[in-house]
């Protein structure tokens, strides 16, 4: 546990979110702080296995599964009760590239992130009363790209033109900023017109009344949630 200094009540601790016995030992260490958490935000993850399908690490893969679909499910489920316990109860999960879109040589990431669009749907779903959000926070230059630098060969080529062309951890605080001006949106009244649905924090216009009442007349529709098309929809 480490305790920040010039902040008051900031707690950080080790955990490894795809162990469900770490997580229930973080859990333990929380309720000797609060007995409630009113907003869960998950964020772990990793890029896992940088290679197609037949050729790709298989430990590395399963690994990214476990970390960034069942860490996610295992932290929700864990801490479900202080999250029920709590009048606000928010839950935000995070897609990520390849959640909507086939994305060569990231499987792993893609199929992990598109679980994690499912589960925050069928967690709204089930329990209408949690607030639970999934977010696309667009390109973000973290350390989860070093893999890929180190594994040039084996990526997907027009996406690592696009990784070096805009890697600059410099710019991340302006698109760290968008993204918290959006949980704190998504913690109005206004914002609960997403419950349930991925919003995209850099193409939605989230900030735009008049698109907020356009997406309020879908509202019973299955927009920013993942459907299979059909004809109909053509």
Same mark, same amino acid.
């Given at each position: 546990?480490?305790?920040?200094? !010039?902040?008051?009540? %900031?707690?950080?601790?080790? $955990?490894?979110? +795809?162990?469900?016995?770490? /997580? &229930?030992?973080?859990?333990?260490?929380?309720?000797?702080?609060?007995?409630?958490?009113?907003?869960?935000?998950?964020?772990?993850?990793?890029?896992?296995?940088?290679?197609?399908?037949?050729?790709?690490?298989?430990?590395?893969?399963?690994?990214?599964?476990?970390?960034?679909?069942?860490?996610?499910?295992?932290?929700?489920?864990?801490?479900?009760?202080?999250?029920?316990?709590?009048?606000?109860?928010?839950?935000?999960?995070?897609?990520?590239?390849?959640?909507?879109?086939?994305?060569?040589?990231?499987?792993?990431?893609?199929?992990? !992130?598109?679980?994690? %669009?499912?589960?925050?749907? $069928?967690?709204? +779903?089930?329990?209408?009363? /949690? &607030?639970?959000?999934?977010?696309?926070?667009?390109?973000?230059?973290?350390?989860?790209?070093?893999?890929?630098?180190?594994?040039?060969?084996?990526?997907?080529?027009?996406?690592?033109?696009?990784?070096?062309?805009?890697?600059?951890?410099?710019?991340?605080?302006?698109?760290l900023n968008n993204l918290y001006e959006c949980i704190q949106f998504l913690l109005t009244k206004k914002g609960i017109i997403f419950k349930g649905r991925t919003l995209s924090i850099n193409f939605d216009p989230w900030r735009s009344e008049k698109f907020l009442k356009k997406i309020k007349k879908?509202?019973?529709?299955?927009?920013?949630?993942?459907?299979?098309?059909?004809?109909?929809?053509?």
């Amino acid at each position: 546990e480490i305790k920040l200094n !010039k902040l008051d009540n %900031v707690f950080f601790y080790n $955990c490894d979110v +795809s162990n469900i016995d770490d /997580i &229930k030992k973080l859990k333990k260490k929380i309720l000797k702080k609060t007995n409630k958490i009113d907003i869960l935000i998950n964020s772990a993850a990793v890029i896992g296995s940088v290679e197609k399908i037949h050729k790709c690490n298989v430990k590395e893969w399963i690994s990214a599964l476990n970390i960034n679909l069942v860490g996610t499910f295992l932290t929700i489920k864990v801490f479900f009760d202080l999250i029920y316990r709590s009048s606000h109860k928010f839950i935000f999960n995070f897609s990520g590239g390849g959640a909507f879109s086939d994305f060569d040589s990231f499987s792993a990431y893609a199929i992990s !992130k598109a679980g994690v %669009v499912r589960l925050t749907e $069928c967690i709204s +779903s089930e329990y209408k009363k /949690i &607030k639970i959000f999934c977010l696309a926070p667009g390109f973000i230059s973290t350390q989860i790209h070093n893999k890929i630098f180190l594994n040039k060969k084996k990526t997907n080529q027009e996406y690592f033109s696009f990784l070096k062309k805009n890697y600059d951890r410099k710019k991340n605080i302006i698109k760290l900023n968008n993204l918290y001006e959006c949980i704190q949106f998504l913690l109005t009244k206004k914002g609960i017109i997403f419950k349930g649905r991925t919003l995209s924090i850099n193409f939605d216009p989230w900030r735009s009344e008049k698109f907020l009442k356009k997406i309020k007349k879908k509202n019973n529709s299955d927009i920013y949630k993942l459907r299979r098309i059909n004809l109909n929809n053509l």
